[in-house]
């Protein structure tokens, strides 16, 4: 069954448990991706898994490393990032509890992203000096890019064989073109970009783009991105494309521009729906949670 998701990422796992919190997402048919963390206990999170499956929720594992790994897959990480997905699956089937779907979340480390965030609020003359004045994240060298690329690739094909949906978040480069993107997903130590992930899933959060452009991209520009960017990302994925629409609160960064209402929501489908594009995911449930009448949040994913 095609569903829509919710990405869950800073919601504690009691909140997700909440009977209303779940009979939320069983009520808009909508997949959980849930938030993992090297450090959290194996067997809340279990717990969570299983009484969300009870309830008629599926949910998709999405991991997470520490920050000072990066927290998120790319060659930069990939043989440690592939060493915790296979531990974590491990001692949740060891508890009776193997998840069948997992997003990997595709990004530079977190250290990168919080500069590039750190610079698109300042001015550009600004963010020029301090980018002299900082030393750059190290950008691992070409064997190593290639053994963080070779793990992933043999991660997602021993979860594949295993019976795992794997999808990923994916950093929306198909923006630049093709040529470009190619490029810069090199650069950043991005991998395996054509994989076949299921789905594939574009972050492009209109918010994000208006907020952090600090005026320089207006509401209809953004609007007008998100449109070009889910049209390469159909082309380049075809029906395993997805776009993830946001942002509802705040993420890992901490200060991520948010939605105003739920009417800006509204417009990001409409575009995206309007494209032929059907799978959508929003960031993310903690927000949703917080916000007045969470229900004006999720029916705008309904068909």
Do not use: K
């Amino acid at each position: 069954m095609l569903r829509n998701a919710l990405w869950s990422e800073l919601l504690s796992l009691d909140a997700v448990r909440e009977p209303a919190t779940l009979s939320l997402l069983s009520r808009y048919a909508l997949e959980l991706r849930l938030a993992c963390f090297a450090d959290a206990p194996v067997d809340e999170l279990a717990r969570t898994i299983a009484e969300a499956q009870s309830r008629g929720v599926p949910v998709a594992l999405w991991p997470m490393l520490d920050n000072r790994e990066g927290r998120w897959a790319s060659a930069h990480n990939g043989e440690a990032f592939a060493r915790y997905v296979r531990r974590l699956f491990a001692e949740l089937a060891a508890r009776g509890c193997a998840p069948r779907a997992v997003m990997i979340d595709i990004e530079p480390p977190i250290d990168v992203m919080q500069r590039w965030a750190d610079r698109a609020r300042t001015r550009f003359q600004r963010a020029r000096a301090r980018a002299r004045a900082r030393e750059p994240h190290a950008v691992p060298a070409i064997d190593q890019r290639a053994d963080g690329d070779r793990a992933l690739a043999a991660l997602f094909d021993e979860l594949t064989r295993d019976g795992v949906r794997v999808g990923a978040a994916l950093v929306p480069t198909d923006l630049l073109g093709a040529p470009v993107a190619r490029g810069v997903e090199w650069l950043l130590g991005l991998p395996n970009g054509d994989s076949l992930y299921e789905p594939a899933s574009s972050m492009l959060y209109s918010s994000m783009l208006e907020g952090y452009s600090r005026g320089w991209i207006s509401r209809p520009r953004a609007l007008a991105l998100l449109r070009r960017g889910a049209a390469r990302a159909l082309a380049r994925y075809g029906p395993r494309a997805e776009v993830s629409l946001g942002v509802v609160a705040t993420g890992a960064l901490g200060d991520e521009p948010v939605y105003r209402s739920p009417d800006e929501l509204r417009e990001d489908v409409a575009a995206v729906r309007s494209l032929g594009i059907e799978r959508l995911a929003l960031f993310d449930l903690r927000g949703v949670l917080e916000r007045p009448a969470p229900e004006r949040w999720l029916e705008p994913l309904t068909r």
